[in-house]
C-alpha cells in the first residue's frame, strides 16, 4: 500500500512530509505497528527556473516545418522567442517556460542554442519533462488566468509531498484504507484521530431500487442509494492530484469519487446509471456455466456456477459482484442519476472468483481480505459529500435499499479477554485496566471489570475473531520492542540422535576419503530415469515449473552422472562426488515410500574403488553386507557390480555404472558406484566395540596363495580361510590377486594372516597343523593351496 | 721400559685421532686395547724387571697408558658416530615448500556446512533435532497449521503438488512441502510437551530460481513449548541464537507480522555491530487451533516458534552473489570452500 503522507495527514497530525526527520518517525511507527516500511519516495519536487509565461504569437518557419518560433512573455516586459516543436499551443496559452540555465530532471541544461542560426531563450516543457505524468504529446498548457512568472509549481498547487510504501499483511484488511492506517497509528503515535464524519442530508422524493439476494451466501448485504442532479464532468483538481499519488488515473468526478471513497473508507463501491439500469433494480446470485459478460476491461468473460454476478431487475448480468463491472453499465457523460451499491461479499468466494479467472481488481482485493460489513451508511454520506464539491446540484433521495442475508457477519461481537492469559502469552506484567488503554483507541470496544475483561472486536477487523487476536493487538500497542528478553530453561538436554550423528560420522568418512558432496536438483525429466536405466513408477509434480523438472527422484544417481558430465565438459575429470539426500519411490500409504539414501560416485575409478569405499564406511561406523553379485543392480555393469545384501533385504549397491548408462549421460570416464539405503544403515546403532586382550607373546605369520576358480567369490575363500585358521587368528589380508594368462577361469588369491596366542609362544608344530586346517577347508571350495 | 710405555701410548693417541669411521675405531681398540695389543705385550715383560720398585713404576704407568687409550678410544667414538649422523641427516636436506599435488579432502556442501553450525549453535541451547518427510500430506503443511482448505493465505506458498493418491484420500492432496512447519505437528503428535526441537530440513516452492531464489531450497525452524512459554522467551531465545551464531556484537528485535500458524506473530530482524539490520525469518508464539492439531492443551501448554533460510546463511558468510552457483555441483565452485 503507498501511502500519500499528506493525504494521511488529514486524519491525524503525523508528520510534515518536508520534514526528514517526522517522516522517519512516521515510517518507523508503521513498521512498529507491523506495516513493515518498504520504501518511502519523496514526490511533488519541482524543477527550478521553469515558470509560468503567455504566449504572445507564433512564428512558422521556411525552412523548418515540424518546429515553430513562439515569443513568449513571463511578465517582465520582454519577449522571449524559444523554439518549439508541439502544436497543441496557441497564442495567449499559459505554458511553462523552462529559462537559460535551468537543469531538467532528465539532466540536460537548457542553452542559448538554437536552430538555423536563430538562438533560443528557453524552453517549452511538456508534463513528462516536468516529471508530472507520462503525458508527453505536447506542451503541458496551464489554466487561463495564471499569473506570469510564477514557479509553475505554485501556479499547479504542487507540493513538496511524500509516499510510503508499506506492506499490509493479510490480517490487516482495515489498513487497505487511509482511515484504517490512520487509526492504528494515532493510536501508537498518540495524536488524536480524525476520521471523517460526514452528515448525509436524504430529501430528495423516494426512490427505490429492489434488491434481490438470490445466493445470500456469497453476498450478504447490498445497499444502493439513488443519488440525481449528478453532472458527469472533471473531479477537483486536488483529487486528482492524490489519485495520481496513489497510481490510479483520473476519469471523471462520479469514478474519481467511487474510488476517493474506497481508497479513504476501504469501501468498495459502484455506481450505475439509474437511466439504463433494466428493471430498475438488482438481483445478485451465481453465474450459470457458460454465462457471459463483457468486464470494464473490455474483455468477454465467461462464467461458472462459482462466481457471483451482480444482475439487472431483468436479470442481465451487469457485474462480477465485488470484483468489477461490466462495460455496458458503466456510467456516461449523459448520466444524470445513479444507483449507488455499496455491497459486502464473502472472502472465500471472491478468492475462488479471482484464482479462477485471473480478474482481479482494486475492489476485489478489499473483499477478499474483508471489509466492514457496517462501514456502507458513512461511505454512502462521504461519497455524497464529496461529490457535492463538483455536483452541487445533488439529490440523495430516501428508500435507499439495504438487503441483508442471514450470512452478514454479527456487529457485535464480544470476546472474554483474561489479562492473566495476556500476560502469559506476552511475558508481561499488565494489570486489567491497562486493556482499555491500549484497545480503545483501535476500536477494540472494553468493557467490564475484574481480571476478565469483555473486548467487542471492530467490524473492519473480521480477521479477529477470538481472544489470542486481541492478544496480538495488545502486543503491538504496547510495543514489541517492549517485551522482555529472556531465555526458558529446561532440564532437558539437546543433542543429535543416533542417526543424526551418524550421518555426520559417514559424511567426515567421505570428505577424508577426498570426495565432495553434490546437491543436485531432485526434480528430473520424464525421461532421464529411463536413461539411467532405472525402471519402475515415478511421482509426478502435477503444476511443475518447467517439464524437464516434473518428475521425483528415485535414485540420487541420475543427478549425479548429471553432474560428473557437467564437470567433464569443463575440462574437470576425475570428479569424486557424494550425496545425502531424499529419494521418493511411489508407494501405497499416506504418503510415498520416500527414504534417505547415500550415493558415492567415483569418475575415474573402477569397482574396487568403490568397494574400498563401502570398506571405509563400514569399518567407521560398523555393519557389513553381502556382496551378490548374482544380483546386478539396475544400470549398473553387468560383470562389475553387486547388490549389497544385509540378511533379507538389500541395503545397497556396489559396483561400476553401465557403459551404455554413461553414454546416455555423455561420460566418457568410468564411473564406480555405491549407494547405501540410509533408513536402514544409519539406524542400526552399533553395541560398543569390546576390549580383547593384547597378547604378550609373540605372533608368527603365515603366508598362503590359493588357486580358486572366477566362479567362487573371494569373499567366499576368506570366510573358509578364517573358519580354517581357528581362534589364534589376529589378522587377515587379501595382498595379492594375480591373473596367469596361461590359466584362464580361476586366479591365484594371496591371504596373509597373523596367528598369536594370549597364554604362550605358538609353535611350529601349531602353524603346520593351522595350515593343515585351512588347506582342508579350502578344498572343500575347490581351491587349491600353491604354497 | 717407562719410555717405551710412553712412546707407545703416543703413538697409540696418535693414531686413534686419526680414525674416521666406526670401523676404524673397532681396529683401533682391538690393536691398543686388547689383550694382543702392544701394551698388554709391555705388561707381560713386567716379570723381566729387576727391583720390585721397577715393577711398581711401569705397572702404573702401563696402567695409566691403558686408561687414557680407553677414554680416547671413547671419545673418538662418540665423535665419529655423531659425524655419521650428521652426514646421513646433511645428505637428506629437502625443500618442504614443493608441494607436489594438490589436498585431497573432499568438501562439504556449503548448505551442510551451514546447517551443521546453525544445529551445533541450538543443540547448545538446549534444543533437539527432528527431521520429516519432504513430501507431506495437506493437511500437515496446511490444515494443521491453522490453513484450512480453502484459507486464502495458502496462495502465498507457490505451492507444488504431486500425483500421489493416499488410499482414502483425494487426489490434489499430497505437497511437497513449502516449510518444515509439519516436522512441529509431527513432533507434537508424537511426543508430550515439554518440546525443544528445531528442525532443519529441505523445503520447496513453485518459485522460478534466480540470483537470490531456488525453487528447491533449505529451512531451519524452531518449536518450544512448555508451561508459561512467552514472548519474551521467544525475544530471549532469539537473541541468544543471534549473538551465538553471528557473534557477541550482534543484537536481534521481534516486529509484528502475520503468519497464519503463529499469534501474536514477528518477524525478527538483527543487527550487525555497525548499526545496519537484517531482516531474517519469522516467528510468533504457536496458535492455539495449532497446538490442538498437534494434540496440545492450549490452556496448559504455550510455544513459540521461529524459522528461517539456511541456504542465505551459507551465502552470506562466503558473499556468494548467484544462489544457483552453490547448486551447480560445479568443482570450480565446490573445491572454493
Given at each position: 500500500m503507498k501511502i500519500l503522507l499528506s493525504w494521511l495527514n488529514?486524519?491525524?497530525?503525523?508528520?510534515?512530509?518536508?520534514?526528514a526527520d517526522a517522516v522517519q518517525r512516521v515510517a518507523d511507527a508503521l513498521t512498529s505497528l507491523g506495516?513493515?516500511?518498504d520504501a518511502i519516495e519523496a514526490i511533488g519536487e519541482t524543477v527550478d527556473g521553469v515558470v509560468t509565461a503567455r504566449i504572445l504569437r507564433l512564428e512558422a518557419h521556411p525552412d523548418a516545418a515540424k518546429v515553430q518560433r513562439v515569443y513568449v512573455d513571463v511578465g517582465d516586459g520582454n519577449e522571449r522567442h524559444v523554439w518549439c516543436g508541439a502544436s497543441n499551443i496557441s497564442a495567449d496559452d499559459i505554458v511553462p517556460l523552462a529559462t537559460l540555465g535551468t537543469t531538467m530532471p532528465n539532466g540536460m541544461t537548457i542553452e542559448r542554442r538554437g536552430i538555423l542560426g536563430i538562438d533560443s531563450e528557453g524552453m517549452l516543457c511538456s508534463a513528462q519533462e516536468l516529471g508530472l505524468?507520462?503525458?508527453?504529446?505536447?506542451i503541458r498548457v496551464l489554466p487561463a488566468g495564471t499569473a506570469l512568472g510564477l514557479p509553475y509549481g505554485d501556479a499547479l498547487g504542487i507540493d513538496p509531498d511524500v509516499l510510503i510504501d508499506a506492506d499490509v499483511t493479510?490480517?490487516?484488511?482495515?489498513?487497505?484504507g487511509y482511515v484504517g492506517i490512520a487509526r492504528d497509528l494515532a493510536a501508537k503515535m498518540g495524536v488524536e484521530f480524525r476520521p471523517p464524519t460526514p452528515g448525509l442530508k436524504v430529501d430528495g422524493e423516494e426512490r427505490t431500487t429492489p434488491v434481490e439476494?438470490?445466493?445470500?451466501?456469497?453476498?450478504s448485504r447490498f445497499t444502493s442509494t439513488v443519488i440525481s442532479g449528478v453532472a458527469v464532468g472533471e473531479s477537483a483538481e486536488w483529487m486528482q492530484r492524490r489519485l495520481t499519488a496513489a497510481g490510479m488515473r483520473p476519469i471523471s468526478n462520479v469514478v474519481d469519487v467511487s474510488n476517493y471513497v474506497m481508497l479513504e473508507l476501504n469501501q468498495p463501491n459502484h455506481a450505475y446509471d439509474l437511466d439504463t439500469l433494466g428493471g430498475g433494480g438488482f438481483r445478485v446470485r451465481l453465474a450459470t456455466d457458460g454465462e457471459h459478460l463483457v468486464t470494464l476491461d473490455g474483455e468477454d468473460r465467461t462464467f461458472s456456477t462459482n462466481d457471483l454476478l451482480i444482475c439487472d431487475a431483468n436479470d442481465v448480468p451487469i457485474g462480477v459482484g465485488g470484483i468489477m463491472g461490466g462495460l455496458d453499465s458503466e456510467i456516461s457523460d449523459?448520466?444524470?442519476t445513479v444507483a449507488l451499491e455499496m455491497a459486502w461479499f464473502e472472502l472465500v468466494g471472491i478468492g475462488r472468483t479471482v484464482t479462477r479467472t485471473g480478474l482481479r481488481s482494486e475492489a476485489s482485493q478489499r473483499f477478499e481480505r474483508g471489509v466492514d460489513p457496517y462501514g456502507m451508511p458513512t461511505a454512502v454520506a462521504r461519497f455524497v459529500e464529496l461529490l457535492e464539491e463538483t455536483c452541487p446540484d445533488l439529490v440523495v433521495h430516501s428508500g435507499a435499499a439495504d438487503a441483508r442475508s442471514?450470512?452478514?457477519?454479527?456487529?457485535y461481537r464480544p470476546v472474554e479477554v483474561r489479562i492473566a492469559n495476556v500476560n502469559r502469552i506476552l511475558g508481561t506484567e499488565l494489570v486489567a485496566d491497562d486493556l482499555p488503554k491500549l484497545l480503545d483507541p483501535i476500536g477494540y470496544t472494553v468493557s467490564g471489570t475484574g481480571g476478565t475483561r469483555t473486548v467487542d472486536l471492530?467490524?473492519?477487523?473480521?480477521?479477529s475473531t477470538a481472544e489470542i487476536d486481541v492478544i496480538e493487538e495488545v502486543a503491538r500497542h504496547y510495543g514489541y520492542d517492549r517485551l522482555g528478553k529472556r531465555v526458558p530453561i529446561s532440564s532437558d538436554h539437546g543433542g543429535l540422535t543416533v542417526r543424526q550423528q551418524r550421518r555426520r560420522e559417514l559424511r567426515d568418512v567421505l570428505l577424508g576419503l577426498g570426495i565432495s558432496e553434490a546437491m543436485p536438483n531432485p526434480f528430473l525429466a520424464p525421461d532421464t530415469l529411463e536413461k539411467a536405466g532405472l525402471e519402475g513408477e515415478s511421482i509426478t509434480i502435477?503444476?511443475?515449473?518447467v517439464s524437464d523438472e516434473s518428475v521425483l527422484r528415485t535414485s540420487l544417481r541420475p543427478g549425479l552422472q548429471q553432474a560428473i558430465a557437467f564437470n567433464e565438459s569443463h575440462r574437470r575429470t576425475g570428479a569424486r562426488f557424494f550425496e545425502i539426500g531424499h529419494v521418493y519411490p511411489p508407494g501405497?500409504?499416506?504418503?510415498?515410500d520416500e527414504y534417505e539414501a547415500l550415493t558415492v560416485v567415483l569418475a575415474g575409478s573402477e569397482a574396487p574403488e568403490a568397494m574400498a569405499v563401502w570398506r571405509e564406511i563400514t569399518a567407521a561406523l560398523g555393519g557389513g553386507a553381502r556382496v551378490d553379485q548374482n544380483r546386478v543392480p539396475l544400470g549398473l555393469h553387468a560383470t562389475r557390480s553387486a547388490t549389497l545384501q544385509a540378511g533379507k533385504v538389500p541395503l545397497g549397491a556396489v559396483g561400476e555404472i553401465a557403459p551404455d548408462v554413461l553414454a546416455a549421460f555423455g561420460v566418457t570416464e568410468r564411473v564406480a558406484i555405491l549407494e547405501i539405503d540410509l533408513d536402514q544403515f544409519l539406524a542400526r546403532e552399533p553395541k560398543p566395540v569390546q576390549w580383547k586382550a593384547t597378547s604378550r607373546y609373540p605372533s608368527s605369520d603365515l603366508d598362503l596363495s590359493f588357486r580358486l576358480?572366477?566362479?567362487?567369490?573371494a569373499e567366499k575363500l576368506e570366510k573358509v580361510v578364517r573358519q580354517g585358521a581357528g581362534?589364534?587368528?589376529v589378522d587377515l589380508d587379501l595382498f595379492d590377486n594375480y591373473r596367469d594368462p596361461d590359466l584362464p577361469g580361476s586366479r591365484a588369491l594371496g591371504f596373509r594372516l597373523r596367528f598369536q596366542a594370549t597364554d604362550r609362544s605358538l609353535t611350529d608344530a601349531d602353524t603346520a597343523e593351522i595350515r593343515r586346517g585351512i588347506e582342508a577347508a579350502a578344498t572343500k571350495l575347490g581351491a587349491e593351496l600353491r604354497s | 721400559m717407562i719410555s717405551d710405555i710412553t712412546t707407545a701410548r703416543d703413538a697409540a693417541l696418535a693414531d686413534i685421532a686419526q680414525a674416521d669411521s666406526p670401523d676404524a675405531v673397532a681396529a683401533m681398540t682391538t690393536r691398543?686395547?686388547?689383550?694382543?695389543?702392544e701394551l698388554a705385550g709391555l705388561k707381560k715383560q713386567l716379570?723381566?724387571?729387576?727391583s720390585i720398585d721397577a715393577k711398581k713404576e711401569a705397572g702404573a704407568a702401563i696402567n695409566a697408558a691403558m686408561a687414557a687409550i680407553d677414554a680416547a678410544l671413547e671419545r673418538r667414538r662418540t665423535a665419529v658416530a655423531a659425524d655419521a649422523i650428521r652426514i646421513q641427516v646433511e645428505a637428506e636436506r629437502i625443500d618442504?615448500?614443493?608441494?607436489?599435488?594438490?589436498?585431497?579432502r573432499g568438501h562439504a556442501h556449503l548448505v551442510t556446512q551451514a546447517w551443521e553450525r546453525l544445529e551445533d549453535v541450538f543443540v547448545g541451547l538446549g534444543f533437539r533435532v527432528a527431521e520429516g518427510p519432504e513430501v507431506e500430506t495437506d493437511w500437515h503443511n496446511f490444515e494443521a497449521l491453522n490453513?484450512?482448505?480453502?484459507?486464502?493465505?495458502?496462495?502465498?506458498?507457490?505451492t507444488l503438488f504431486v500425483d500421489h493418491v493416499p488410499p482414502e484420500g483425494e487426489a490434489g492432496?499430497?505437497?511437497?512441502?513449502?516449510?518444515?512447519s509439519p516436522v512441529q505437528i509431527r513432533t507434537m503428535l508424537d511426543e508430550e510437551p515439554p518440546i525443544r526441537i528445531i528442525a532443519p530440513g529441505r523445503v520447496f516452492r513453485r518459485d522460478t530460481p534466480d540470483a537470490t531464489h531456488m525453487p528447491v531450497f533449505h529451512q531451519i525452524e524452531g518449536l518450544v513449548i512448555d508451561r508459561d512459554i512467552s514472548m519474551a522467551d521467544l525475544a530471549g531465545t532469539i537473541d541468544a541464537f543471534t549473538k551465538a551464531f553471528f557473534g557477541k556484537g550482534w543484537n536481534s528485535r521481534l516486529r509484528p507480522s502475520y503468519f497464519?500458524?503463529?499469534?501474536?506473530s514477528a518477524e525478527f530482524d538483527i543487527q550487525r555491530p555497525d548499526g545496519s539490520w537484517i531482516e531474517l525469518g519469522g516467528s510468533g508464539m504457536v496458535h492455539p487451533n495449532v497446538l490442538r492439531a498437534g494434540g496440545v492443551d492450549p490452556e496448559e501448554w504455550s510455544g513459540f516458534a521461529f524459522g528461517f533460510g539456511i541456504d542465505r546463511m551459507a551465502i552470506m558468510r562466503h558473499g556468494v552473489?548467484?544462489?544457483r552457483e552453490m547448486f551447480s555441483d560445479d568443482l570450480r565452485f565446490v573445491e572454493q570452500f
Open positions: 488529514e486524519y491525524g497530525d503525523f508528520g510534515d512530509p518536508t520534514d506495516l513493515e516500511v505524468g507520462e503525458d508527453h504529446s505536447g493479510r490480517n490487516r484488511p482495515d489498513c487497505w439476494l438470490v445466493d445470500g451466501e456469497r453476498c449523459a448520466t444524470t442471514e450470512d452478514l457477519p454479527e456487529q471492530p467490524t473492519w477487523r473480521l480477521d502435477t503444476n511443475p515449473l501405497a500409504g499416506d504418503l510415498p576358480s572366477d566362479d567362487v567369490s581362534k589364534y587368528l | 691398543y686395547a686388547g689383550k694382543k695389543g716379570g723381566s724387571l729387576e618442504l615448500t614443493e608441494y607436489l599435488g594438490k589436498p585431497k490453513m484450512p482448505i480453502g484459507h486464502p493465505a495458502r496462495g502465498e506458498w507457490d492432496t499430497t505437497v511437497l512441502r513449502t516449510h518444515t497464519p500458524f503463529t499469534e501474536p552473489a548467484d544462489i
